[in-house]
């Protein structure tokens, strides 16, 4: 296994709880993991560390070239420049409102939602967008553990999971929920934790990744 830059090791963990910790520490060798939102791939370069085959998504394309070079010598993760979603298509991915101060570090703010508080509607790039089930089911694996950072879009994508039954290939999600940033998401969210719980999977969710 290869260790993770020791720099980089304590940037995350500074951002952590200790949960979040033992779940992402606790993957091992021949297992897999999706990390949706991977940015730069932090996250991705810290589970690939233990073993595991990683398959990233980042839609951004100034994080994606950031991330495809930091990642290079992890031969197991597996970088897909797309944003996860519930259709196969090309979408609009706004941009934070100040990106143009420096494209990298706002990156994570840019979200498939318009109405976001941190993006500018104006400031947009396309992407094409993949059916997370439906990359699950073609995965044809077990998914060990599934981390989520999508600005907001987390609202879409967990429910079509739940309702497709990709979540039953699904051991463990974290997942960061985004209706303080954008309070529009409220209701939404609090329908989707109702969906969780309805369906008894609340043991698969950790629902505050930083």
């Not at 951004?60 to 197991?76: D, G, H, I, R």
């Not at 597996?78 to 298509?89: F, G, H, Q, Y």
Request: net charge neutral.
């Amino acid at each position: 296994m290869i260790n993770i830059n020791v720099i980089e090791r304590l940037k995350l963990l500074r951002h952590m709880t200790k949960e979040h910790r033992a779940i992402i520490f606790s993957l091992q060798k021949g297992q897999v993991a999706i990390d949706c939102g991977a940015n730069i791939g932090v996250v991705s370069r810290a589970m690939a560390s233990r073993g595991a085959t990683i398959y990233a998504f980042e839609p951004n394309p100034y994080a994606f070239e950031v991330c495809q070079k930091k990642c290079k010598m992890y031969k197991s993760i597996n970088l897909i420049n797309k944003a996860v979603s519930t259709t196969v298509e090309k979408v609009k991915l706004y941009l934070h409102r100040e990106a143009d101060q420096d494209q990298v570090a706002y990156s994570q703010g840019s979200s498939l939602l318009k109405t976001k508080t941190n993006v500018n509607p104006d400031t947009f790039c396309e992407v094409e967008t993949v059916d997370l089930s439906e990359f699950i089911f073609g995965l044809n694996t077990r998914i060990n553990l599934l981390k989520m950072d999508i600005e907001g879009f987390e609202v879409e994508v967990i429910p079509h999971l739940i309702k497709t039954k990709a979540i039953d290939l699904i051991d463990m999600c974290l997942v960061e929920l985004h209706e303080r940033k954008a309070p529009e998401l409220l209701e939404k969210t609090l329908a989707m934790r109702a969906l969780i719980e309805e369906n008894g999977l609340s043991n698969k969710f950790v629902l505050d990744w930083h």
